[in-house]
C-alpha cells in the first residue's frame, strides 16, 4: 500500500514537473520524482538500484539544471514544442501500460531467489554499475569546475580585469571632468 501511495506522488511530482512555469520549479519538482523513486526503489529490494536514483537522479542530474539554468537563464522559448501533444500522450498512456502489465506478478510458481551477499552483489554482479555511477558523478564533478573555472588566454585578460580595467577607466574620466569642472567656476 505504501509503495503505491509514493508510486502515486512520484507520479503527480512528473506531472507538475512538466507543469512548472519556471524552469527551477521544474527541476526540484524532477528532484522530488527521484527521490520518491530511490525510496520505492529501496522498499522492493533494490538497494544498489535506490543508491544510484538518489545519488545519480536526484542529486547529480539535479545540481546539473540548476547550474545550467542559472547560466543560461530562464528564457522560455518561444517555439512550439518538437514533439506534438498527441504524440506526447500516446506515449506516455503506452509507457504507464507497458508498467502496468511488467508490474504485475508472473506467476503463483515463482519462487524467491537467495540474495549473495552484499560485497559479491556490488563488486562481481553490480560492479558495472558501480562503475558507471562513479564515472557519472566524476564527470560531473569536472563539468561543473570546468564551467566554473576561468581560463585566461595567452594574450588576453580575463574578463574580470577587463570589466575592471574600464571602470577605473571611466572613474578616472570622471574625475578628471570634476577637477576640470572645478577650475572653470573657480
Do not use: N
Request: with cysteine; hydrophobic share 60%.
Amino acid at each position: 500500500m505504501l509503495i503505491m501511495v509514493l508510486v502515486v506522488a512520484a507520479t503527480i511530482c512528473a506531472a507538475l514537473t512538466m507543469r512548472a512555469k519556471r524552469l527551477i520549479a521544474s527541476a526540484l519538482w524532477l528532484a522530488g520524482s527521484s527521490a520518491i523513486l530511490a525510496v520505492v526503489f529501496y522498499l522492493m529490494g533494490a538497494y544498489m538500484v535506490a543508491v544510484i536514483e538518489l545519488s545519480v537522479g536526484a542529486g547529480l542530474v539535479t545540481i546539473l539544471f540548476v547550474f545550467a539554468i542559472s547560466v543560461a537563464g530562464e528564457e522560455a522559448p518561444g517555439k512550439r514544442p518538437l514533439v506534438p501533444r498527441a504524440l506526447a500522450w500516446g506515449l506516455v498512456i503506452g509507457a504507464a501500460l507497458l508498467l502496468g502489465v511488467l508490474a504485475l506478478p508472473a506467476g503463483q510458481g515463482a519462487q524467491l531467489a537467495v540474495e549473495p551477499p552484499f560485497s559479491v552483489m556490488l563488486w562481481q554482479e553490480r560492479g558495472l554499475d558501480v562503475l558507471v555511477q562513479v564515472v557519472l558523478i566524476f564527470a560531473g564533478v569536472l563539468g561543473l569546475l570546468g564551467l566554473l573555472a576561468e581560463t585566461k588566454a595567452p594574450l588576453e585578460q580575463s574578463i574580470a580585469q577587463e570589466v575592471t580595467a574600464k571602470r577605473d577607466l571611466e572613474l578616472m574620466e570622471l574625475h578628471q571632468r570634476s577637477l576640470d569642472h572645478e577650475k572653470e567656476t573657480t
